[in-house]
């Protein structure tokens, strides 16, 4: 069992099409974030949320719009991407510094492919 | 540049053999947090291990553990007694503060077989 819960996990899409990816974690973790990464390479920091504001957006192209509407739930909208954007999508929360299990837990991911 | 290394890109041993995955890093910063993280072909990033810099005590879980050299900037895994379940990718990861905002940086990772 996952305490960060990614879905769905796989998707595919057009081009054209608007899909969203969605994580959610009860773990009460008030910072929350998007990874992306390619086959056999580490994982990519996209964003950053802190208590539900954005806190690091690492120059992802607009075509990605992440949104934390609550401090549960993390969702990143798509549009209109490109076949190299075919990934998998990584969610994952941390508690505050000095927590005793500090780390950062993630979810099992989206594996997306743009078609 | 906070940046970490390793430069293991494959690794293969033979069950209940020990193996050692090394990683250096690069920071400027006094207190920061290490881990290493497995990702098998189910691709769940699963946190192994972690290590807090002001902590002189290299960390053990089980049959994985750390040789922190805080000197030297090196942050090694050994796995003692290796089973077929640990065959994964190992990423060594440094938590960096930027801008206010915490993140973890990952190394390129090492991809350990063990083979029966």
């Known amino acids: 069992d996952t305490e960060v819960t990614q879905t769905p996990k796989h998707l595919v899409m057009g081009m054209t099409n608007k899909k969203s990816l969605k994580c959610e974690q009860h773990?009460?973790?008030?910072?929350m974030y998007w990874y992306k990464q390619k086959a056999k390479k580490p994982p990519e920091l996209m964003f950053v949320?802190?208590?539900?504001?954005?806190?690091i957006n690492e120059s992802v192209p607009s075509r990605f719009s992440p949104e934390c509407p609550n401090s549960s739930l993390l969702n990143l909208h798509l549009h209109a991407l490109q076949p190299e954007d075919s990934a998998l999508y990584l969610c994952?929360?941390?508690?505050?510094?000095?927590?005793?299990?500090?780390?950062?837990?993630f979810g099992s991911g989206t594996r997306l492919t743009v078609v | 540049a906070q940046t970490v290394t390793q430069s293991q890109p494959e690794m293969s041993v033979q069950e209940a053999e020990t193996v050692t995955l090394s990683c250096t890093y690069d920071t400027s910063e006094n207190n920061y947090y290490l881990f290493w993280y497995k990702q098998p072909p189910s691709r769940q990033m699963i946190l192994v291990i972690r290590q807090e810099a002001y902590k002189q005590q290299n960390a053990t879980e089980n049959r994985f553990s750390v040789n922190f050299q805080k000197a030297a900037k090196s942050f090694s895994l050994k796995i003692s007694d290796s089973q077929l379940g640990d065959t994964a990718m190992y990423f060594c990861?440094?938590?960096?503060?930027?801008?206010?905002?915490?993140?973890?940086?990952f190394g390129q990772g090492t991809r350990l077989t063990i083979n029966p």
């Open positions: 773990m009460g973790h008030r910072a």
């Open positions: 994952a929360t941390r508690p505050n510094s000095g927590h005793p299990n500090y780390g950062y837990t």
């Open positions: 990861a440094f938590r960096a503060v930027i801008q206010g905002a915490q993140k973890l940086v």
């Open positions: 949320y802190s208590y539900e504001k954005l806190s």
